[in-house]
């Protein structure tokens, strides 16, 4: 009696627990479905050269340009350097192919700022000095001046020495009127003085200057030779800035007679030779 019971309390249980699956299996079905969230792409990225893309640019555009600005590319790289380049060397550093192009390579090899031994090029200057002890010796081997623009090339800091050995008293820099370039002369006392002719001290001396600088600048350019003052431009600054003018009021000019000592004494500076 009791076992039947049993049995038909778990008939029942096994009822109720099929009737709930049933449910939730047609809720299931029933239910509506819902859509999945939207994929959004991302934008693709701007398409962009690589830098190795721009570099082969860079050199194609070199190879193209014209000879002359393909030799001044090399020589620019060896004045700058100082350095002998193989023609592989030169393609490296400037990306100038030089055994490609036949032009650039008899131009470079013919070229009279570059040197070539076969193998290298390398740049060559009008003077081989390197420092400014070398510069000093070679402008002392040229009494009657050496022009700036030919030893502007010999080493990087020539000019920087140049000012140097002015700044020191063992050069002068001036001006040649014609040409408005610069001319280095040697100041050593180790030269012999020139010996100047007593006719020539004698016409020295009986030339009267004027009085106004102006008036000797202007007499100075009219035989060639460039002032190393401009007294107008001077003066119209100081005028501008009113700083008050220093001309002395002039004298009144004495007529020459023979007892009249026509002499450039005040300026023994300038001509110390004359005197011997």
């Known amino acids: 009696m009791a076992l039947k019971e049993s049995l038909n309390r778990f ?15 047609s809720d299931r079905a029933t239910a509506t479905p819902r859509p999945a969230p939207a994929v959004t792409k991302a934008p693709a ?4 050269f ?17 000879v002359g600005a393909q030799i001044k590319r090399v020589i620019d790289l060896l004045r700058e350097t100082r350095l002998s380049y193989t023609p592989d060397q030169i393609n490296q550093e400037c990306y100038v192919d030089v055994n490609a192009n036949k032009a650039v390579f008899d131009s ?27 510069l000093l010796s070679l402008i002392r081997k040229f009494s009657e001046g050496i022009p700036v623009i030919d030893l502007k090339d010999a080493y990087p800091n020539v000019m920087d020495d140049l000012q140097a050995l002015k700044a020191s008293g063992d050069i002068w820099l001036l001006s040649n009127f014609d ?12 030269l012999p003085a020139s010996k100047v002719d007593d006719d020539l001290k004698v016409l020295f001396r009986g030339i009267e200057l004027p009085r106004d600088m102006i008036d000797i600048e202007k007499e100075l350019q009219k035989n060639g030779m460039k002032p190393a003052t ?11 800035q009113g700083i008050p003018s220093k001309t002395k009021p002039k004298k009144k000019k004495h007529e ?21």
Do not use: C, M
Request: hydrophobic letters at 30%; glycine letters at 2%.
């Open 230 to 240: 401009d007294t107008a431009k001077r003066r119209a600054l100081a005028q501008s």
């Open 108 to 134: 470079l090899r013919n070229n009279l700022k570059v040197s070539y031994d076969g193998k290298s090029f390398s740049y060559k200057s009008k003077h081989r000095i390197t420092d400014k002890k070398q």
């Open 45 to 48: 990225p701007a398409v962009k």
């Open 256 to 276: 020459i007679t023979k007892r009249t000592k026509l002499t450039n004494a005040h300026l023994p500076e300038l001509f110390q030779n004359l005197k011997k």
């Open 50 to 66: 690589s830098n190795d893309t721009e570099r082969l640019q860079h050199i194609n555009t070199i190879r193209k340009a014209p």
């Open 179 to 190: 040409s408005q370039e610069d001319i280095a002369y040697p100041n050593d006392p180790r």
């Open 11 to 25: 008939k029942k249980q096994q009822e109720s627990a099929q009737s709930l699956l049933i449910g939730i299996a």
